[in-house]
């Protein structure tokens, strides 16, 4: 399984920016895929996660309104559409798998110990 990340780069603040992750070697369509996130001296935190069909997202409070998920199960693919960037966003961004939740298994969920597979992360940061 791979999870390949791309779009990170430095933005100023109140800038936009798009992150993309592909994915091979899962049957991509059965597995809830989430972003997120870890600054320098931080620990990982979730951003986003959306279901497998595409239905449902679930994030944290501090990116609602500013940050959009979405999917293209035809391609593989999840994008993070961020907009109103601050300061405060400037971290390594991942994207991961998890196998059974967002179904009738289990709640969408943020938690780093329920994905299975992580991409190796882009670098945002916000800066002027």
């Known amino acids: 399984v791979q999870l390949v990340e791309s779009g990170g780069v430095l933005v100023q603040p109140g800038g936009s920016l798009r992150l993309s992750c592909v994915a091979s070697?899962?049957?991509?369509?059965?597995?809830?895929m989430g972003w997120f996130r870890q600054a320098p001296g931080k620990e990982r935190e979730g951003v986003l996660c959306i279901d497998p069909i595409g239905h449902k997202t679930y994030g944290q409070d501090s990116v609602e309104g500013r940050f959009t998920i979405s999917r293209d199960n035809a391609n593989n693919a999840i994008y993070l559409e961020m907009n109103n960037l601050k300061p405060e966003d400037t971290a390594v961004y991942y994207c991961?798998?998890?196998w059974g939740t967002g179904t009738i298994h289990g709640p969408l969920t943020l938690r780093p110990v329920d994905y299975d597979y992580w991409g190796q992360g882009t670098q945002v940061t916000v800066s002027s």
């Open positions: 991961a798998a998890s």
């Open positions: 070697g899962l049957t991509f369509h059965m597995y809830a």
